[in-house]
């Protein structure tokens, strides 16, 4: 039985013998299968794929090596793998590499690895371990993705929201968020002092009427240059006998021709304010921009931040509070922000927001101020005059709350309101009053609204609207206000005459139109100023310059309306230098609607003979 048990026992060990040696063929020609799918699929990647020992020696890396970084694989196999690694990111990829043997899994990371002309690219690396039979970590198998000009767009887009486009400057939601930054330190330290100066160039909007859109945009990019060179740490001005320079924490471009700076280590108004005159200084010099000299000012506002200040925008406002000061004293100069002006800002503030909801409750009201023929006395019209109804501060005249109306845009929706109203009550005194149908009123027109793209199309459709005959419906315009802007008054005015909508040039004799200008415009009626009527009984000058106007009337053709008239001495001079029209409080007040119809039905009633007669 033996022999026999030793035979099968033989026979078993073959078999088992032969069956081992299939296995280890079987693994021999998977695992040779597996390197040469490692091979094809490392050798065709984009992705670069290295494989590393435990000690960082690399033991592989695909020809993608050579795109991405520039090195062969002898190059790369005769240095470590965290040469080519920036020294501020070896560390992260250290404890990577350290956390990746210790637990078998990698996690993802970004590093930068130099390119063989000396140049930084991104990588994005992800490590997966490969084990012996043991289970010990042998070799890490790294795959490395370039990410550069991903990383690059986005630090672009980062950029972009962060900065102006044209100049390349900070913009206003950097600078809000520097200006909080500070802010916030401050309230920690309030030994820390800051200021905000807030820049704008003077005129601004006459020069990007008139100037091409690359000369306005290389002005402005020179703009940028030139505060930029003022506030350089190395050439900002230093207080007298002091090392220390003031430091510029943020320049930047809040859009159009508005800059801002933060200047830290402001200890007195005087050491912002020799930075702005700096600043004035440096943009007075001109701008040489293909081939022509360029010249313009600038207004400066400065605003010292203080414990007073509750929010980091209360500081930016107060510096433009001040510039706007700076801008409505001439310009060309800079203005530091006080209580005087804070007190005025505040009420600023309030006067806007009590218009907007008087224009929401329908507080304003229209007063007619008849014109009338100063030999006859007779109404030939009327001025429609913009009042406001102040719930507490009764009647309040437009001088008081005419420039915030047109500062916040209110002047031309208020305006459009006015001439509505002014067609209604054309055509309700038409209907009640035939006798009046050659009765003009007059409406007075801001220079927003003559810039007003839509003014002559809603004027036409409240024309057709309402139903009134155009010609009854005229228009004043300031001398100053028409000669701004010429050309576009001329367009504006144009218009109208062919609509046959009437043009009253108002304020004459004070503004800056020639007489030139003057023949260019389709003006009718030319209103003698009140202060030359006023003042010609007792000045030669004013007396003299009332004559030259109405003799230029005449040979123009044109009506002559003297504003003002307060006596009777000055109705009798009027006259006899020939002028027909007048208007003011000797003649009648601005009534209202109702009262204004009483005054024409009265007159209607009486003969226009014993009206004349009673001169």
Not at 19 to 47: C, G, H, M, P
Not at 79 to 91: A, G, L, N, P, V
Not at 188 to 207: C, H, S
Not at 403 to 427: H, M, N, P, R, Y
């Amino acid at each position: 039985m033996m022999p026999q048990w030793n035979g099968i026992a033989l026979g078993a060990l073959a078999i088992l013998s032969g069956y081992q040696q299939f296995r280890i063929y079987r693994i021999r020609r998977e695992s040779k299968k597996r390197e040469e799918l490692f091979q094809i699929v490392t050798e065709n990647a984009a992705d670069m794929i290295a494989l590393v020992d435990v000690k960082g020696h690399r033991l592989y890396n695909s020809p993608a090596y050579k795109r991405v970084l520039g090195y062969t694989a002898a190059e790369l196999g005769e240095t470590s793998s965290f040469e080519q690694i920036h020294t501020d990111d070896r560390f992260k990829v250290l404890e990577a590499a350290r956390e990746a043997r210790s637990t078998g899994v990698g996690r993802k990371l970004e590093y930068r690895a130099r390119h063989k002309d000396g140049s930084w690219r991104v990588l994005e690396s992800i490590a997966s371990a490969i084990r012996n039979e043991k289970g010990e970590v042998t070799k890490l198998v790294i795959v490395n993705r370039d990410v550069t000009e991903r990383k690059r767009a986005e630090e672009q887009l980062g950029h972009n929201s962060f900065h102006d486009a044209l100049t390349g400057l900070p913009n206003r939601r950097l600078f809000l968020d520097r200006l909080q930054h500070m802010f916030a330190r401050a309230q920690r330290n309030p030994e820390r002092q800051y200021a905000v100066l807030f820049v704008d160039l003077d005129g601004f909007k006459m020069f990007n009427d008139t100037m091409s859109p690359t000369i306005v945009d290389q002005v402005i990019i020179e703009v940028g240059h030139r505060l930029a060179a003022c506030l350089r740490d190395q050439d900002t001005v230093s207080r007298p006998q002091e090392t220390s320079p003031l430091k510029t924490a943020v320049l930047s471009r809040m859009g159009g021709d508005e800059f801002t700076i933060l200047l830290e280590g402001v200890s007195d108004p005087s050491d912002a304010m020799r930075a702005a005159k700096r600043i004035l200084s440096a943009i007075a010099e001109p701008f040489l921009v293909e081939g022509r000299d360029v010249r313009t000012s600038a207004s400066v506002g400065i605003a010292l931040g203080t414990a007073a200040h509750g929010r980091a925008e209360d500081l930016l406002q107060d510096a433009d509070v001040a510039m706007r000061r700076a801008k409505a004293m001439g310009g060309g100069r800079c203005e530091v922000f006080d209580e005087a002006m804070h007190t005025r800002a505040v009420n600023r503030l309030k006067l806007e927001a009590e218009l907007r909801e008087a224009m929401v409750k329908r507080q304003f009201r229209v007063y007619y101020q008849p014109i009338l023929q100063l030999e006859t006395k007779r109404i030939v019209g009327f001025e429609a005059l913009l009042r406001w109804q102040h719930p507490e501060q009764g009647l309040i005249s437009p001088f008081k709350f005419i420039e915030a109306a047109e500062d916040t845009g209110l002047l031309v929706s208020t305006g459009q309101w006015v001439i509505l109203e002014v067609c209604k009550q054309l055509q309700a005194w038409r209907i009640a009053i035939p006798s009046i149908e050659a009765l003009t009123v007059s409406v007075n027109i801001s220079a927003r609204q003559l810039a007003d793209s839509r003014f002559v199309t809603d004027l036409e459709a409240t024309l057709r609207l309402t139903g009134i005959d155009p010609s009854q419906l005229c228009v004043e315009i300031t001398e100053n206000v028409a000669a701004a802007d010429r050309k576009l008054t001329a367009t504006v005015l144009s218009q109208l005459k062919q609509l046959r909508v009437g043009v009253i040039l108002d304020d004459f004799g004070t503004g800056n139109s020639s007489l030139s200008a003057l023949r260019q415009f389709p003006v009718e009626t030319l209103k003698i100023d009140r202060s030359l009527v006023g003042g010609m009984l007792l000045d030669r000058g004013a007396c003299d310059t009332v004559e030259v106007i109405i003799l230029l009337a005449e040979k123009l053709k044109l009506k002559v309306i003297a504003e003002g008239v307060e006596s009777t001495k000055q109705v009798d001079h009027l006259h006899a230098l020939g002028c027909e029209l007048g208007q003011g409080y000797l003649l009648s007040q601005p009534v209202e609607a109702k009262a204004a119809g009483l005054l024409l039905r009265q007159e209607s009633a009486v003969p226009h003979s014993k009206v004349a007669g009673a001169h």
